[in-house]
């Protein structure tokens, strides 16, 4: 994946000029583009910028859901600090063994809690559990159907102040195409359009990756 709405020249230029990622980041990336569903990664500027935002707010405890790979999950914890936790939710065992491999490598695997299930109800268990406003960091890019549900419980998991970024807001572009009435687009376009008038959060949607809306909580 990369940044699908700039000119070539532009973004290659972008990552030379900007993107700092460590080797085991691009080890992992170029290991995950040789799968079917190699779509699902994040681009490395996406993943910079995730890692840029958890410094800037001084995060500690963040919720990354849908591991995939496990490069969301392990660029925070890379930007962590030594007591910082990640808890990644995802439902297949097969992707997450290569991510907890690579947290292995990295040295970050102590900072992760990897949750395999349904995520909707470990967040529920998380709440349950007197975990809400106990977060400061939230990352959602899994099944679109289920985003404004993930969105909902990050919200009370998240403290005031806290960030949520969600991934593939634009959805290489379909979402502006009145024409895609498909389950997912509707899905994004929906959770889109309930943001723009949630007074709970500031909003900001970047033509990053797939398109990413940051959230910050008011």
Known sequence: MQSIFMPEAIY????GASLRETPIQAKLRAETATLTEAHYQIAPEEG?????LV???GARRTLDIGTFTGYSALTVALALPED?????FDINEQWTARARATWSEAGVAGKIDLRIGPALGSLDELLTDGGA?????AFIDADKENYDAY???CLRLVGHGGVIV???TLWRGRVADPGDRKHK???IRAFNAARLDDERVALCMLPVGDGVTLLRRR
Do not use: C, H, P
């Open 166 to 168: 969600v991934d593939n």
């Open 133 to 137: 406003e106990s977060f400061d960091f």
């Open 84 to 88: 910082g936790r990640v808890v990644s």
């Open 55 to 57: 410094e800037m707010i």
């Open 12 to 15: 290659r230029y972008m990552l």
């Open 48 to 52: 910079q910028l995730l890692a840029f």
């Open 151 to 153: 969105y909902e419980r």
């Open 185 to 187: 687009t509707e899905a």
